[in-house]
Structures are given as C-alpha cells and as structure tokens.
C-alpha cells in the first residue's frame, strides 16, 4: 500500500471520529420519538462505506439524552462487529457520548477488545473508561490489554482504569507492570490511573519514586509529565507517601510544578520538611499561578507550617490569593493568630471582616484574639462577604461578635472564607 493510499486512510478514519463526536454538526439532532422510528435506517446509514452518510447519521444522534442512548444501544452494539473499516470505531465513539448510559455495550465492548484490528481494540478501551464504575465486569480484559503489542491500545487500558476508579482493583498487577513500560505515555498514564487507589497503592510507592528519581523520557510530548504523573499517584497516597518527601521537595527547587506542591500539601504534617520549598514557590515570577498551589499546600501541611507564616502574611496584600492565605493561616493555628490580629487593624474593611472571619474559623484556638476582637465589635463599616441569609452578619462589629461566640464553642459555617 503507497503512502498516499495510507493518507487518504487516516484522513478517513479522523472524518469517521469527528463524525461521531459532532464536531462541526449541521444536521438537525432527531428528537426521542425520531430515533425511536428511524434508528434501522440511521444505523444502516452508519454501517455504510458512503462517509457523507454516515457522517449525517452520527451527527443526527445525541448520545448524551438518556433516552436516545437507550433506543440507539442495540444498533451501535452490533455495529461493533462489523467488519467495514471505521464503523466499529464510528459505533465506539458515539457509544463514548453515552457515558455511563452505556453500560449495556459492557459485554460487546470486551469482546471488541480482542478485535485484530488495533484501532478497535483502542476504541473499546477508550469507551469503557467513559463508562466508568459500571465498567467493572471489562477490569480483567483491560489487565489482559496492558500486554497488548500496541502502546496506543496498552495507553487506552490504563486510562480505562482512571475511569473505573477503586473498583479496578483487579488489574492493580497489571497497573503496577504497566508503570515499566517501554513507552512514556503508557509509564504516565499507568501513574496517573494508579491515584484512583489513594492509600492502597502503596505497593507502587518505591516504583513512583524510581520514576521522579529518573531523568524524564524524551518519548512523546513534555517530559515533565512523567514527573507530574508519578506526583499525582504519590500525593494521592497521602500520609502513607511520607518516605517521597525529600525527592519532591528537591524537584520543587529544580522546577516547581503544581504536582509537586499539591502532593507535599496531600502528605500533611509529614511533609513539613518541605515548607522551605513551598514557600519558594510562593515567589515563582514565571509561574505566578503557583502561590494559590503553595498556600493550599502550606495549609494542608497544617501547624506544622508555622515557620511560613510571615511568607504568608506577605501575600495578604494580594488580592487574587487572599482568601487561600486566609485559609492556610486558619490551618496553621495558633502560630498565625499576630497576623490574623493585625489584619483587625488594617484600614480596609473588607480585611478587617476577613480577620474576624479566619478567627471565627479557627475556633477556641484563637482565644488569644479575644480582647482584639472586643475592641473591634464598635466597628459598623459595613465589610465581609455578601449573603441572602439575614442572620449573617452586615458589618465588620457582627463579624467581630461573630468571632468571639465561635471562639466560645458556636460552629462556623464552613463556606466562609470560600465568599
């Protein structure tokens, strides 16, 4: 076959997929009561080898209304077996639309995973990952497909398990191989579906830790993404990641990464050796994005953040991360009351409010801050975040007074500092 025959088959087979998602779609979507009359003839158009027909007959199917999946399921499950090229994937993709609606196709869809062709078996797998939890009967047929000879139908498993979630568990063996795979795609998306365990991946700790060790691969796209896909399996680990501490702080210094900053934060009061790096990043002018991610780290590591409270005290002049340092200052604790203090004092209303508000939220903890708050219940600026609800308070005095009944044991609302 010449190279231009092998064009014109991969420019068919994009027509096919754009066809099936409604990219570009013109024709009219029929309603539930058209479907249910036409779907033999809008099927028979789909299994056609004319592509303008069947590119009218997927664009005609909203796959995402519950009632056309239901009617259109049958067809598109036969569809699978044809042996045309394209239709199976064309069924696929619409199937894909479906979501969890097409958990029926479940069965079809394994059997499709041992198709001879490769395009199929990806489909098949990338279309019982969009089903997702209602997958789960397709779990030892996505472990057997991570040995597939095709990295892309191997990549198409292990993101079918990030789909499914927890209940993959089966094909956990196949994951933790799946994650020394000669390919780097496949090595990052067998991280990144390793996450969906949380703590029960700890198995694959000193295999994600080998991967932020590595010098990434020069395989396809960024090779900073292998890193971030181990970080993300790691910090989903939580507590139980402690031992990864020292390496992800040491690639924060080399180049902070979101990944890196959100697992520290997902370890906790573990992760305390890190605060140093954190706050680093805090200050990271090429990626400003980062302080929001630091701060929230900082405040999942909790008390044990105490010595980055003057590094957050500085970004409270920031308004786009105030409420996040607000926040971490609350989880930080009694370290962050002086701050939380002279917030009371700031001649910006709204500050003030948001002062009382985080001691409010900080509970008997912050009784240091009562003879403050007192002097400040006169206050009758009106600051604070805007409710429907009356009883909430108006002005910066109510939100003193606010303060000082949680201080004395009332429940916060938990949304405050979320306004």
Sequence with gaps: MGPLTRSHRRLSLL??????????????????????????????????????????????????????????????????KSEKEHVPEVAAGLLSKAGPAAVPAVPALVAAMGDPRVSVRRSAAH?????????????????????????????????????????????????????????????????????????????????LIQMLEEEPSEGRGNPWLEHEAAALAIGAMGPEAREAVPLLARRCRERAREAFLSALGRIGPGAKEAVPEIVAAMDNRDRPYLRGVALSALGDIGEAAAPAVPYIAR?????????????????????????LVGELGNADPQRRARGAIALAVMGPAARPALPSL??????????????????????????????????????????????
């Design 15 to 80: 027509l096919a997929v754009i066809a099936a998602s409604g990219v570009g779609c013109e024709t009219r979507r029929l309603t539930v009561v058209e479907v249910s009359a036409q779907m033999p003839a809008v099927a028979a158009e789909i299994d056609s080898t004319d592509e303008a027909a069947r590119s009218r007959a997927c664009q005609k199917l909203n796959m995402q209304d519950p009632e056309v999946a239901k009617i259109a399921l049958p067809h598109l499950i036969r569809l699978l």
């Design 127 to 207: 279309v019982i990952g969009r089903i997702g939890p209602g997958a789960r009967e397709a779990v030892p047929a996505l472990g057997k497909a991570m040995g597939d000879s095709q990295a892309s139908v191997r990549e198409a498993a292990v993101g079918a398990v990030e789909g499914i979630g927890p209940g993959a568990g089966e094909a956990f063996p196949a994951l933790l191989k799946a994650l020394d795979d000669p390919e780097s795609s496949v090595r990052r998306q067998a991280a990144r579906s390793m996450a969906v365990f949380g703590p029960a991946a700890r198995p694959a700790l000193p295999r």
């Design 315 to 339: 970004t409270l002049d920031d308004p786009k991360n105030r409420r996040t340092a607000l926040w971490a200052l609350t989880r930080i604790g009694p370290a962050a009351i002086p701050t």
């Design 374 to 419: 007192e002097a400040l219940r006169g206050d009758t600026t009106r600051g604070g975040p805007e409710f429907s609800d009356n009883s909430v308070p108006r002005n910066v005095g109510e939100w003193a007074s606010y303060a000082i009944d949680c201080i004395g044991g009332r429940e916060p609302r938990k949304d405050l500092l979320h306004y």
